[in-house]
């Protein structure tokens, strides 16, 4: 196992004193913006190579690259290992594409993978040395369609989740003394209470019923004692007072 770390580091570093020391100082930009040839090639070389060589380490050299110390080295193990359980086997690399923008350049190296392709892109300084790598992953549209469905039933999710807990929650409020919903419940049954007829009201009605009966019996007898006939030949149907004025 340290011999395949000191090898890995050995290309690793080889590759990078190579930009840096052999080729330091001899950057040149044309007065249009374009990058000499030499320039060019240099920093293709070491973009490729770098690519080359960190793509197959291992989770073990991973590792242990983060922690050698070296700002770059931590910063590309870094980019790489949350990119690479993403990407799957490598395949093949594509024409390195260079930019110059305030004493840097950017090398874009694109690389196809088994499950999606994505881009290295390295900073380089004025001497060639590189400073910084990221690695940008390039999701394909069924992918990206998979991850906003995801999404979505994720936030609708919580968002119902949280509902939920809001109706829970609500729905104890009537526990708490001194709350409305016990407040309300109380002026309810007190309102039932007051529209239920009392035993007394109930009981009146049958006396009630019972008085009016014999009073008709009566009132009837007497018609038919005046009249000298019976009570068979009429019916008495209502009893109205009569309010007479007092002379």
Not at 117 to 140: G, M, Q, R
Not at 157 to 174: D, E, H, K
Request: proline share 3%; charged share 25%.
């Amino acid at each position: 196992m340290n011999q395949m770390f000191k090898k890995a580091s050995s290309v690793l570093t080889a590759v990078v004193c190579a930009a840096s020391i052999t080729f330091s100082g001899a950057s040149l930009v044309l007065a249009d913006g374009e990058i000499d040839d030499q320039t060019k090639t240099t920093i293709e070389t070491t973009a490729e190579g770098l690519t080359e060589t960190i793509i197959p380490l291992t989770d073990e050299q991973i590792e242990a690259y983060m922690e050698s110390g070296d700002e770059f080295t931590e910063n590309a193990m870094t980019a790489w290992n949350g990119a690479k359980e993403e990407l799957g086997d490598m395949k093949e690399t594509g024409s390195v594409e260079i930019e110059y923008s305030n004493d840097e350049y950017t090398a874009t190296v694109p690389v196809t993978f088994e499950k999606e392709d994505a881009e290295f892109i390295y900073v380089f300084d004025k001497n060639l040395t590189p400073t910084s790598l990221s690695v940008d992953v390039k999701y394909s549209f069924a992918t990206t369609m998979k991850n906003a469905a995801l999404n979505t039933v994720m936030g609708l999710g919580t968002v119902f989740v949280i509902l939920i807990m809001l109706i829970f929650l609500i729905s104890l409020f009537q526990f708490i003394p001194g709350s409305g919903a016990q407040e309300a419940k109380a002026k309810k049954k007190a309102a039932e209470e007051a529209a239920a007829p009392t035993p007394a009201t109930v009981a009146a009605a049958p006396v009630q019923e019972a008085d009016n009966s014999e009073l008709i019996a009566v009132i009837a007898a007497a018609i038919a004692a005046s009249e000298g006939t019976s009570t068979d030949g009429f019916v008495v149907r209502s009893i109205r007072k009569i309010n007479r004025k007092k002379r």
